[in-house]
């Protein structure tokens, strides 16, 4: 089984520019995650998507973040404009439905100078 | 209070000792419970689900106690490729949401 599939791996970028970043999720996996992991910290969840549809967003800085989930398989996480602070890898991961756990892609390390 | 706590360590532990993590979560509602490791830049890996019963899976435990809302990970007999950080993840239904505690981080020294 193919696994969550990311890119780009890493990106660099100046403050105040936009970044997109790209998930392919697990064939057939319903739910699709996207978390930001600042250095020494845990996952934090910036959206979830249950099919297309955005079941919770409530953490994701909707000023300048946006994502989408177009047909309900890849989706794309963009940060316009980015600031220093949003330096951080981000996470996409799948799950099928229900509360197996889920697997994550490899990540995208995004730096802001 | 944060929905899901762990101790951040380090917790600094010789080859073949035993080591156990505890996590705190908020939500009795709280349905669902795992144990994530993930090592240096890498993405994390599911370790282990967490029964009502207990389970194990060789030399790791996992345990859960609802009346105190906690679950705990005990690593017998230590080796050094167990240096990672371990997160715990809960999951509370009706949301499908799933909440990470900040991990706690493991070094096994020889």
């Known amino acids: 089984e193919a696994g969550v599939a990311q890119s780009p791996r890493y990106k660099i970028i100046e403050k105040r520019q936009s970044v997109a970043f790209w998930c392919n999720p697990i064939s057939g996996h319903a739910t699709l995650y996207w978390y930001q992991q600042i250095l020494g910290q845990g996952p934090k969840l910036l959206i979830q998507?249950?099919?297309?549809?955005?079941?919770?967003d409530s953490q994701l800085p909707k000023d300048r973040f946006s994502a989408e989930r177009l047909k309900g398989v890849d989706s794309t996480l963009k940060i316009q404009p980015a600031k220093l602070e949003d330096s951080a890898v981000y996470l996409c991961a799948s799950s099928p439905r229900g509360d197996n756990g889920y697997t994550f892609g490899s990540g995208t390390r995004l730096t802001v100078v | 209070r944060k929905e899901v706590e762990q101790d951040p360590g380090p917790f600094n532990v010789p080859e073949g000792a035993t080591v156990a993590f505890n996590c705190t979560y908020s939500?009795?509602?709280?349905?669902?419970f795992f144990w994530y490791r993930q090592d240096c830049r890498k993405e994390p890996k599911l370790l282990m689900s967490?029964?009502?019963s207990g389970n194990e899976d060789g030399r790791f435990t996992a345990q859960l106690n609802r009346a105190s809302q906690y679950i705990s990970l005990l690593i017998r007999d230590s080796k050094l490729s167990d240096s990672a950080t371990y997160l715990c993840?809960?999951?509370?239904?009706?949301?499908?949401?799933?909440?990470f505690g900040t991990g706690t981080r493991l070094k096994v020294l020889a």
């Open positions: 998507f249950q099919n297309n549809g955005v079941v919770d």
């Open positions: 993840v809960v999951f509370t239904s009706g949301t499908y949401k799933y909440i």
């Open positions: 939500n009795s509602a709280s349905q669902s």
């Open positions: 967490v029964y009502s």
